[in-house]
């Protein structure tokens, strides 16, 4: 099982830019998760999705956008970066079982910056 | 909603000595703890999980920490630091927030061991 896999690894982009972030998940988890990480901030959440089909708003969703394409793969998307976008961007899966008892999966992360 | 709070978010210990990270919540109702692990350029690992079974929980590397109810803390320990054991450290509580299972995480802790 490969887990959780991000792409791309490290992405730089100009102000004004668009690119989506791809994640995928190959352990049948209901639930999905983007979180941002900044210094001294911890992670915060940006989207999540509770099953395939739905999408909710997490704590700094402004700028971003997610689609949640089937039960493995759940993308994120910049239509206009800006330089406050610059980043680590981590995906998280967990399954919905076990009422919170579930701890949820860590991607490798995806670096980027905006000039 | 509920949060957390590590106090320090730097702590230096020598090769050998004990580790304590500190680790405290405010839930309104019982909570499900985590700490987990960053190793450089890498994402999150769990390091253990309190899921109300046993207060004192055992994880991997040789980590345990001990649920306190009356002091709404969950500190994380380990009696013998190893130079591997140098990383970030996050502690997270799990709470119902929309349509699925959100983990709020603290700021971190950054670990570094001194030979």
């Known amino acids: 099982n490969a887990g959780v896999t991000q792409t791309p690894k490290f992405q730089v982009l100009k102000t004004g830019q668009s690119m989506t972030l791809q994640c995928a998940q190959d352990m049948n988890h209901n639930s999905m998760y983007w979180y941002r990480q900044d210094p001294g901030m911890g992670l915060r959440l940006i989207y999540y999705?509770?099953?395939?089909?739905?999408?909710d708003k997490g704590e700094v969703p402004n700028g971003y956008n997610v689609s949640r394409l089937n039960k493995r793969e759940f993308s994120l998307r910049l239509e206009s970066a800006a330089p406050s976008q610059t980043s680590v961007y981590f995906c998280a899966s967990s399954g919905t079982g076990g009422r919170g008892r579930n701890e949820q999966f860590f991607g490798p992360g995806t670096r980027l910056t905006v000039l | 909603a509920q949060s957390v709070t590590q106090l320090g978010s730097h702590v230096s210990v020598s090769e050998g000595a004990l580790v304590l990270l500190r680790c405290n919540y405010s839930s309104s109702v019982p909570p499900y703890l985590f700490w987990y692990v960053q190793y450089p350029n890498q994402g999150l690992q769990l390091l253990l999980k309190?899921?109300?079974?046993?207060?004192l929980v055992k994880g991997i590397n040789g980590f345990e920490a001990e649920f306190k109810k009356s002091e709404t803390s969950f500190h994380l320990t380990k009696p013998s630091a190893h130079m591997s054991d140098a990383a970030e450290y996050f502690c997270a509580v799990s709470e119902m927030a929309g349509s699925a299972r959100q983990l709020t995480f603290g700021s971190g802790t950054q670990l570094t061991v001194l030979p």
């Open positions: 999705s509770a099953s395939e089909g739905t999408t």
């Open positions: 309190y899921t109300s079974a046993a207060t």
